[in-house]
């Protein structure tokens, strides 16, 4: 009802050409593809988009709250928006996504950001149209950030970033409570999506082209709790692979304590499922595990990684760190590093502890201080890059499919991604976005493979 109101109000007030919108996501990639489920949204509203907030009618930034970091940066980009509004007093300016899922931000942004003219959480993206209707009409303050729990599309349409590559929701929320993080407060607790939705989804992107999908949760690996059919992660993947079509499959992230053999013999023997298992460790230390509630020791972990490679010996691993969670000791930051040295990853996501308010870690005095923190990231991250650059050389000579993104930093070359979620480099132009080539790998830089076009 609310989706045909804002489109009659807007043919009026815009009778010559549609008005624009600016969607801009911060974070993970399912606030990119709760940001596109959000255009798609305001597309059927009858908006069409711009990437320049200067250009827009409507500005709606989706944010992410996992660091300060990422909070800062928003705060910084929202107080810019003062000038535009001055400038276009009938631009409307949105934030949304899992920063306002927090009380104290909402009041923050109320009293201080003025310009901001609505406010919606995580869960209630169903809720634009109304929203939106109330704020082009009524001009007041619009805030809902309650947790209304669907886990249906919340439009018909999609407005896709990529047109080869898609992320597909699989779960929402997160029953974990890492002792660090802000996302179960802000995404609330675990839900599955029906598998028949899920399937339908992918048999549709795949029909229109979609090369590689992506399937999301914070926890892949505890899909299906809670559903009535008789369904688990592996099982879902074995249904995905049974889809007919030339695409490949990956999903991001699985949780260690929930990581077993079934999963790896699922990813070995579903010939579309990558052979990479993004696998975040946070630390190497036994102690530190713990005092983050993550569920399993370091011998745990190594015995995945053990096992997925005593059936392929050069299985993939990337992986999430954290360095300096409160009271680490240097020992216990040493025990990172053996254990990167052991797994030997092919990448390695890294941050430096950030407190985050209403978690269980940010009431632990700590006792590490900042410049401390920021060396062992120096080290570890000096210690990965040889780690890769042996683990790349060891790829030379190998053949490899490769889903070519577009051009790479060096002129004549373009960059795309192995099955292994590794970069690699070949020569070609633009064209050749959004095409599988065969290559076999010559040579590595620090960062990427470099290959030959071999088909
Ligand atoms: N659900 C995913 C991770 C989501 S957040 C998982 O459990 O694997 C992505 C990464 O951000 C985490 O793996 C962790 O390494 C990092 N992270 C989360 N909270 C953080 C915090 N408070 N400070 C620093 N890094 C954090
Ligand atoms: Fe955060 Fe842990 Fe849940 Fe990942 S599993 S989202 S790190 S609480
Ligand atoms: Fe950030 Fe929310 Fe994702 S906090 S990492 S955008 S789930």
């Known amino acids: 009802m609310y989706i045909e109101k804002v489109n009659t109000f807007l043919a009026q007030k815009y ?16 606030n990119s593809n709760d940001g596109e489920k959000i255009k798609g949204l305001l597309s059927v509203m009858g908006y069409s988009f711009t990437d320049d907030t200067d250009n827009a009618d409507i500005v709606i930034f ?17 107080g810019e928006m003062k000038h535009l509004k001055k400038r276009k007093p009938d631009v409307l300016i949105g934030i949304c996504g899992c920063m306002v899922q927090q009380e104290h931000i909402v009041e923050k942004i109320r009293r201080t950001y003025k310009q901001v003219d609505f406010v919606f959480g995580t869960f209630a993206m169903h809720k634009l149209p109304e929203i939106l209707y109330k704020a082009l009409t009524e001009r007041t303050f619009i805030v809902d950030t309650a947790e209304y729990g669907i886990t249906e599309n919340i439009c018909e349409k999609i407005v896709r970033d990529c047109t080869y590559k898609a992320g597909v929701q699989i779960m929402y929320g997160c029953n974990n409570f890492c002792t660090y993080c802000i996302v179960p407060y802000v995404r609330g ?15 549709g992107l795949v029909a229109d082209g979609v090369k590689e999908i992506m399937l999301l949760g914070q926890n892949v690996n505890s899909y299906g709790r809670g559903l009535d059919e008789d ?13 007919d079509g030339d695409f490949r499959i990956r999903f991001m992230s699985s949780h260690p304590k929930d990581a077993g053999r079934e999963l790896i013999d699922a990813i070995l023997e579903c010939e579309k499922v990558c052979k990479h298992l ?12 713990s005092a983050m509630n993550r569920g399993y020791t370091s011998a745990q972990y190594r ?8 059936k392929k010996t050069d299985f993939s691993f990337s992986t999430d760190i954290i360095v300096g969670f409160p009271n680490e000791t240097r020992e216990e930051f040493e025990e990172t590093l053996e254990l990167l040295e052991y797994v030997k990853f092919d990448s390695v996501f890294s941050f430096i502890y950030s407190k985050r308010n209403g978690t269980k870690a940010a009431l632990i005095e700590d006792g590490v201080d900042y410049p401390e923190k920021a060396e062992r990231m120096n080290i570890l991250l000096k210690k990965q890059r040889e780690i890769a650059v042996e683990r790349y050389s060891s790829f030379i000579g190998r053949e490899m499919l490769v889903l070519i993104d577009g051009p790479s930093a060096t002129e004549g070359k373009v960059t795309g991604k192995s099955d292994e979620f590794i970069i690699v480099e070949v020569d070609g132009d633009s064209s050749l976005a959004g095409e599988y080539v065969k290559v076999r790998i010559i040579g590595a830089h620090n960062w990427a493979l470099i290959g030959n076009i071999i088909n």
């Open 15 to 30: 009778p010559e050409e549609p008005p624009k919108a600016c969607v801009r996501s911060f974070g993970c990639q399912q």
């Open 62 to 78: 989706n944010t992410c709250a996992v660091r300060e970091n990422a909070e800062l940066k928003i705060f910084g980009i929202v």
């Open 189 to 203: 607790r675990e839900r599955s999506r029906k598998s028949d939705e899920i399937i339908a989804e992918i048999k």
């Open 231 to 243: 369904i688990d992660f592996s099982r879902l993947l074995r249904k995905i692979n049974g889809i």
């Open 278 to 289: 993004h696998l975040p460790v946070q630390s190497g230390s036994d102690r530190v595990l």
């Open 303 to 310: 015995e995945i990684v053990d096992y997925a490679r005593s």
